[in-house]
């Protein structure tokens, strides 16, 4: 299965006396988004859920401390590194899990990238051709990706935790909706669906979550993967 590239998003301003460093962390197979401040950077965020923001504050002649804040009450799991000239006060930054005082080179910045990366990299459920983040809740499989709801990441972390073995509809139910109350299941057939369309090619003709009708639900792992 072919993976996404790590998403990096930065936050940086445009001067002519700063080479970006977004160009540096594409040529090493990064995916970044560049964004000019820090009310487009909580959209971007929402958006493209990085693993990593890097706010470089000595780009737009700033401290900084308000767009981590921004970014941490937004979303307080993912690390923020943040980058500032050395005239600034680094311990009235709160918000900011690394802090780089400019200059430095790439590779310095890299290596500040690369732990958070990994420590996200780790958290991870994989059957077959499927992937599941178990932190951001986005599913791969097959180059579709998509984020799940809450229930639907429930869902399909159940199917994967059993593959193969079918999963009796009252107890998927039971999983979902944390109730004993089973009288009405066309609520699971339509999350079911959902989650078809998160990851099958076709849906309606389902290759991974199969159906045994009036009975329950399993995932299924085909001993060759489609062709993409």
């Known amino acids: 299965m072919k993976l ?17 460093f977004s160009t540096g962390l594409e040529k090493k197979e990064y995916e970044v988004h560049s964004v000019p401040n820090g009310n487009t950077a909580i959209n971007a965020l929402r958006e493209f859920d990085p693993q990593v923001v890097v706010v470089d504050a ?27 000239d050395d005239d600034v006060d680094v311990c009235k930054i709160k918000d900011a899990d ?7 080179t790439l590779q310095k910045l890299l290596n500040r990238i690369k732990p958070f990366i990994q420590r996200k990299n ?39 935790s059993k593959p193969g073995k079918l999963i009796d509809r009252e107890e998927l139910f039971k999983t979902l909706w944390e109730t004993n109350y089973t009288g009405d299941m066309r609520s699971l057939d339509v999350h079911v669906s959902w989650l078809r369309k998160a990851i099958e090619e076709d849906p309606r003709n389902p290759v991974y979550i199969k159906t045994k009708r009036g009975v329950g639900y399993y995932l299924d792992l085909p001993e060759k993967p489609r062709k993409k």
């Open 122 to 160: 780790n958290d991870y459920l994989e059957v077959g051709p499927i992937k599941l983040d178990l932190s951001q809740r986005w599913v791969y499989c097959d180059g579709k990706n998509e984020r799940l709801t809450p229930r639907l990441f429930i869902l399909m972390k159940t199917l994967m």
């Open 58 to 84: 000595s780009s737009m002649r700033t401290a900084g401390t308000r767009i981590c804040t921004a970014i941490h009450k937004e979303d307080s799991d993912t690390p923020i590194i943040i980058i500032v």
């Open 4 to 20: 996404l590239k790590p998403i990096v998003l930065i936050v940086e301003g445009k001067r002519s006396d700063r080479p970006s």
């Open 98 to 104: 690394e802090i780089l005082v400019f200059p430095f």
